[in-house]
T-cell receptor
Framework: SQTIHQWPATLVQPVGSPLSLECTVEGTSNPNLYWYRQAAGRGLQLLFYSVGIGQISSEVPQNLSASRPQDRQFILSSKKLLLSDSGFYLC?????????????FGPGTRLTVL | AQKITQTQPGMFVQEKEAVTLDCTYDTSDPSYGLFWYKQPSSGEMIFLIYQGSYDQQNATEGRYSLNFQKARKSANLVISASQLGDSAMYFCAMRGLSGGSYIPTFGRGTSLIVHP
């Protein structure tokens, strides 16, 4: 069966510090991968998605970036965190990018920027 | 542009009763998919049910059913025989065509509390 991992689970970082969140998927190959941010009491905002190694699509221009160095690894990064980067970050995968492909989510990372 | 609207920020239901969570959507694409996800307090999003835009029948998955009214662009989730464990945030989502890919769009969610 497929499993998706995210770490760390929680993170407290000062403003201006770098960020690296990691997501890995097990039990499937060539997954489509997604990074979402969820602000308190809000829905999910799609940040990036990837259909393959090295292929990244950005949905929202900001100080975050994403990379996919391996087939089942997706990394969210920032060189300098802002207060507004605080939130709950969810990684997800799907087997395709068609209208019928459901997504499967990881446990999330709760980021607090102070 | 795609849009998902969930107008109920919070809902309350008695245990063992049914509850309907509202969702309306907007898209100009004739081919799209509608999804509902559950987010317990732990934070993980759990896929519940899917409805395709060309599906003739309403989707059902156990106690979950989707009341799909295409002309009204609504995709309400019905939970029958509510259980205490159903207390969670519920998100409606749509995958419609955007820039050549079916990009997911989520609503703001509805908080459901099930009372004993």
């Amino acid at each position: 069966s497929q499993t998706i991992h995210q770490w760390p689970a929680t993170l407290v970082q000062p403003v201006g510090s770098p960020l690296s969140l990691e997501c890995t998927v097990e039990g499937t190959s060539n997954p489509n991968l997604y990074w979402y941010r969820q602000a308190a009491g809000r829905g999910l905002q799609l940040l990036f998605y990837s259909v393959g190694i090295g292929q990244i699509s950005s949905e929202v221009p900001q100080n975050l970036s994403a990379s996919r160095p391996q087939d089942r690894q997706f990394i969210l990064s920032s060189k300098k965190l802002l207060l507004s980067d605080s939130g709950f970050y969810l990684c997800a995968w799907s087997s395709g990018i068609s209208s019928y492909n459901e997504q499967f989510f990881g446990p999330g990372t709760r980021l607090t920027v102070l | 542009a795609q849009k998902i609207t969930q107008t109920q920020p919070g809902m309350f239901v008695q245990e063992k009763e049914a509850v309907t969570l509202d969702c309306t959507y907007d898209t100009s694409d004739p081919s799209y998919g509608l999804f509902w996800y559950k987010q317990p307090s732990s934070g993980e999003m759990i896929f519940l049910i899917y409805q395709g835009s060309y599906d003739q029948q309403n989707a059902t998955e156990g106690r979950y059913s989707l009341n799909f009214q295409k002309a009204r662009k609504s995709a309400n989730l019905v939970i029958s025989a509510s259980q205490l464990g159903d207390s969670a945030m519920y998100f409606c989502a749509m995958r419609g065509l955007s820039g050549g890919s079916y990009i997911p769009t989520f609503g703001r969610g509805t908080s459901l509390i099930v009372h004993p």
